[in-house]
């Protein structure tokens, strides 16, 4: 008897099945792009801290501008806003 079965020669050549894990270049790509998100995230604190800080200084600057400049009618400076801003001064000196 014979057999009219040819033979699997494509058996040893046969290439491995491709699992879905990233090689290497792919595994390089993925740490860039997570260490680029890292460092916007850490830019966008950094500034959005910066912006507190400037609005708060802003704020600040305005209500002392406002308690110097106040005048009486006659143009003389009101010395009361003056005290009271610097009795703040010195009590924000003195819980330091």
Same mark, same amino acid.
């Given at each position: ?9 494509? @058996?040893?050549?046969?290439? *491995?099945? $491709?699992?879905? !894990?990233?090689? =290497?270049?792919? %595994?390089? /790509?993925? +740490? #860039? ?6 460092? @916007?995230?850490?830019?966008? *604190?950094? $500034?959005?801290? !910066?912006?507190? =800080?400037?609005? %708060?200084? /802003?704020? +600040? #600057? ?6 110097? @400049? ?18 703040? +001064? ?7």
């Amino acid at each position: 008897m014979k057999h009219n079965q040819k033979p699997n020669f494509k @058996s040893k050549n046969k290439s *491995k099945p $491709k699992d879905d !894990k990233p090689n =290497k270049p792919e %595994i390089r /790509k993925m +740490q #860039r792009q997570q260490k680029a998100a890292q460092a @916007s995230a850490e830019r966008e *604190k950094i $500034k959005a801290e !910066k912006d507190a =800080k400037i609005k %708060i200084y /802003k704020q +600040q #600057r305005l209500e002392r501008t406002k308690a110097i @400049s106040k005048k009486t009618q006659r143009g003389q400076p009101l010395m009361k806003d003056r005290m009271q801003l610097l009795l703040k +001064q010195i009590e924000e000196m003195k819980r330091r």
